[in-house]
């Protein structure tokens, strides 16, 4: 029934990280912390960089070159790929803008101190401390196969 994860480089690294920040936020309070900043933070940089990126290669209603300039052969292939990576930019940061609008209402939501405290019991359940001395060894076990090059003769 149970299907194996993936277990690549990559989903690896994500599921450490999906359990860290699990562990380390083990409340409904902290979750929505966590995420509120998360969100705060990926709108201040995309949108500065934006910002910087507009400065420097104009706003998309200035970026069409003029007749002349393409007549010229002047446009290279990077104004448009800078182009491009505007409006996807652009496009992020509208989408990040409905998401925070979205969210405050998660965010609005407190739980009774009970409630809080089955968020830490689950939390330790799904998430235990890869440094606990159990999960250690049992990594140890799971990790002991000839493949790992220290395991080579
Ligand atoms: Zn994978």
Redesign the pocket.
């Known amino acids: 029934m149970s299907e194996e ?8 690294r ?1 599921y450490r990280e999906h359990d860290r920040l699990i562990r380390e936020n083990p409340s409904l309070r902290q979750q929505q912390e966590l995420n509120w900043a998360a969100l705060q933070s990926f709108r201040t940089l995309a949108g500065r960089v934006l910002e910087e990126l507009q400065k420097q290669y104009g706003d998309n209603e200035t970026s069409v070159p003029a007749p002349a300039e393409v007549a010229k052969g002047e446009t290279s292939e990077e104004p448009d790929a800078m182009q491009q990576a505007m409006a996807d930019l652009e496009n992020i940061n509208a989408h990040l803008f409905s998401i925070e609008a979205l969210m405050e209402r998660i965010f609005d939501v407190r739980v009774p101190e009970e409630v809080e405290q089955k968020f830490r019991e689950v939390a330790g359940e799904l998430a235990p401390d890869p440094l606990n001395a159990d999960r250690l060894r049992l990594n140890r076990l799971l990790h002991q196969t000839p493949d790992l090059p220290d395991h080579r003769p």
């Open positions: 994860p993936c277990q690549c480089p990559d989903c690896q994500f």
